[in-house]
């Protein structure tokens, strides 16, 4: 590596580091001299009602009620802020997020704090799911000034929307102090202001600039994130790193991929300890299903309690890999336990999904879950107890306390062998559980959040052959296609009977990637002209024809300063992973090149990041395992009732590079892979072809398995 190469990589952390120190020296400087010499505040404007009343969001309307004369994200607000020269005031949250509860009570309902924010401030209220382009431009900054960051987040903008402060959860003592400096600090010093602002802008601008350096896009690329994800790896509660621990669905994904093509077995332990690990723990729900968000320790054991819907899409079907990898009956059941979770938790009556539960209940975090030994043993009689104590966490009497109580996260402390003999006393909790005050359901659906959603049912489908999954899938997808996709543009967020805010990348691809799911698990060929279509839809939109990759959002959506392109994993896996992964899917089905060739300039875009920080792109390194491999084209024609045994063999399997389609004899299509593929002997027929070249035709399972499982392999 040359030493101007050393350079350019330096460049961003001395840029972030910049960043740092002038907000961090602005905040003291401000906080310790002009705190003192407040200004009389200016209360010469009229009274500015909350404007929040009239919005759809649950978290929004959560702080509809507050003194703080809140605006929604638009027009109105920017206008004010220009028109009164004043700073804004940047709040952003979720229906579902503890701290944003906690400063609420402390802050938002407060008239001291109220009074003050409305006499110097314009301030703004974000949902950060109805609008995570916002949340992410803005995340990025307090990020790079605070070195972390979360929810709620507040920041401190310009009229021009540009952040000059930043941070998360504030305590109210604090929070005025901040308030009354930073406004102080906007009319004394506003050139020093300014200067903030331009600097922050560059850094913003800065996140768009990919990698000038060409890689060779070959296996060593995966080899090298295998050897990082392995010194990542925790030896002794599984999982990576330490605490707090989020799932590492995509992680574990990769691994799985990297098993499959290298033979690694360590890989393979890896996975299958690490769900054991999670599924015994306490961030999972062992009696009413589901997952908490994540671990605040490192052993699983104690979790933060809210419940997402897209931890729920990903960790299912990270259970329904681990379970075709291992045939584990352990993963199928928990799998089972996430996917019913969902049908009966958080689903409409239309078949959408729903967002997410709240951790609170009566004002606390976690007390719908949390369980005192007295009161299990009330519910249980002697033998039951006696049994449940061996099989879960209540021996030591504890695992959690707060406010003096005793309190116990239910984990599973025998082998996972030893669960369904739990299971009617499991019932018997859970029927008791039922009683109490339940958590908060945000009951808006999200488009990406129910993309992924109803591919994992679809997946479900696929391996376990339980058909009320594929009819949750469907309907889901119809729910989408029939209020979500309308006038040829495709909405975020549904509730209360309406569609708003512009699809995101996010929406896009997670929506494409179900949809194929569906279409591989009916072989509906409306659903895979409906994820042709969005893709279309998607590449005029969001395409970078200059850099190559994705733009999270339309051109001027939401009128943001800074178009944003990102390629990092978070919580959910990058949108640009799973489009590179959708547009490969999309040749093999039509091979049209373009979609290969466009995958690869994502690759080539994201350049020697993949290699140098390969565990923050594992959705992009899945993808580029398809993309490497000799990626399978399965064609079957034949009557479905000789089809039927091959369609469950191969959907049954861990083949994660493939497309697979399907058509009766004599029936139409327009998908290229199906054209002039005809019976033998009018009998089924498979054809497993790469890159459209094909091998020779067979209707013997046996044979088929033995072609759709040859692969490129390599040695790690």
């Known amino acids: 590596m040359t030493s101007s190469k050393k350079i350019k990589k330096i460049k961003p952390i001395l840029f972030c580091q910049v960043i740092v120190l002038i907000a961090v020296s602005f905040y003291f400087f401000y906080g310790t001299h002009l705190a003192r010499h407040a200004l009389a505040s200016d209360n010469s404007q009229p009274l500015k009602l909350n404007r929040l009343k009239k919005e759809k969001s649950p978290y929004l309307l959560q702080h509809a009620d507050n003194p703080v004369h809140w605006y929604p994200w638009g027009e109105e607000a920017f206008e004010a802020a220009k028109s009164q020269n004043k700073p804004i005031f940047l709040s952003i949250g979720y229906s579902t997020c503890h701290w944003c509860h906690v400063m609420e009570r402390e802050s938002f309902e407060n008239e001291e704090v109220a009074a003050l924010l409305n006499a110097n401030f314009i301030c703004i209220k974000v949902d950060r799911e109805e609008l995570p382009d916002v949340d992410q431009m803005y995340m990025d900054v307090i990020q790079a000034m605070t070195g972390s960051g979360g929810w709620p987040m507040t920041a401190i903008l310009d009229p021009q929307k540009i952040p000059f402060f930043g941070g998360t959860y504030f305590p109210k003592d604090e929070l005025l102090e901040v308030l009354q400096s930073l406004s102080d600090a ?32 070959n296996e060593s690329i995966l080899k090298n994130a295998h050897k990082k994800l392995l010194s990542l ?14 799932p590492p669905t995509m992680k574990l994904a990769l691994l799985a991929r990297i098993a499959r093509r290298s033979g690694d077995t360590t890989s393979k332990k890896i996975i299958e300890k690490t769900l054991e690990a999670m599924a015994r723990g306490g961030i999972y729900d062992h009696l009413g299903g589901g997952f908490h968000r994540y671990s605040t320790d490192r052993q699983w054991m104690i979790p933060h309690f809210e419940k997402m819907l897209y931890d729920q899409a990903a960790l299912s079907k990270s259970y329904l890999e681990g379970f075709q990898i291992t045939n584990n009956p352990f993963f199928e059941q928990v799998a089972r336990g996430i996917l019913d979770y969902v049908l009966k938790n958080m689903t409409g009556p239309n078949g959408e999904f729903y967002s997410a539960e709240d951790a609170d209940t009566e004002g606390e975090e976690g007390t719908f879950y949390l369980w005192l030994k007295d009161e299990v043993k009330l519910v249980l009689n002697k033998n039951e107890f006696k049994k449940f104590k061996t099989y879960y966490s209540f021996s030591s009497g504890s695992n959690y306390e707060f406010k003096e109580k005793k309190l116990n996260v ?23 559980r039922a009683k109490r005050e339940k958590p ?71 929506l494409i990637s179900g949809v194929i799911d569906l279409y591989e698990s009916d072989f509906d060929s409306n659903w895979i002209q409906w994820a042709i279509e969005l893709q279309k839809r998607q590449d005029n939109l969001l395409w970078d024809k200059e850099s190559g990759g994705y733009y999270f959002a339309e051109e001027g959506a939401h009128a943001l300063p800074v178009r944003k392109k990102e390629f990092m994993d978070n919580a959910r896996p990058n949108s640009n992973g799973i489009s590179a992964l959708n547009l490969l899917r999309l040749y093999n089905a039509t091979l049209d090149v373009e979609y290969k060739n466009k995958a690869k300039k994502i690759f080539e875009a994201i350049g020697e990041k993949l290699i140098n920080f390969p565990q923050a792109y594992a959705q992009l390194l899945i993808a580029f395992d398809f993309f490497s491999d000799s990626s399978k084209q399965i064609a079957i024609v034949g009557p479905l009732k000789t089809a039927d045994p091959i369609l469950k063999a191969l959907k049954s399997k861990f083949l994660p590079n493939k497309i697979i389609a399907y058509r009766k004899p004599n029936e139409p299509t327009s998908l290229p892979i199906l054209k002039d593929k005809i019976t033998t002997e009018g009998k089924t027929t498979v054809y497993v072809c790469e890159e459209n070249r094909c091998k020779f035709p067979t209707g013997d399972l046996k044979k088929i398995l033995e072609l759709v499982n040859e692969k490129k392999a390599y040695k790690l």
């Open 410 to 432: 239910i984990h599973l402390t025998n082998t996972p062998n030893s669960r369904p003999y739990a299971i009617p006393i499991l019932e018997k909790l859970f029927r008791h």
């Open 233 to 246: 790896y925790d030896q002794l509660h599984s999982g990576f790193g330490t605490a707090p621990k989020f």
């Open 440 to 510: 908060f359901k945000d009951d808006k659906t999200i488009t990406a959040w129910n993309g992924l959603m109803l591919g994992s049912f679809a997946k479900a489908f696929q391996v376990l052959g339980d058909d009320k999954y594929l009819k949750a899938a469907k309907k889901s997808a119809l729910f989408l296609k029939e209020n979500l996709d309308k006038n040829n543009s495709l909405l975020r967020r549904f509730r209360a009977g309406s569609a708003e805010h512009s699809g995101t990348l996010d929406d896009y691809a997670y």
């Open 186 to 217: 906007w009319k004394l010093q506003p050139e020093r202001i300014k200067l903030i602002g331009q600097k922050v802008k560059n850094f913003l601008e800065s996140r768009n600039q990919l990698s000038v350096d060409s890689i060779v896009l």
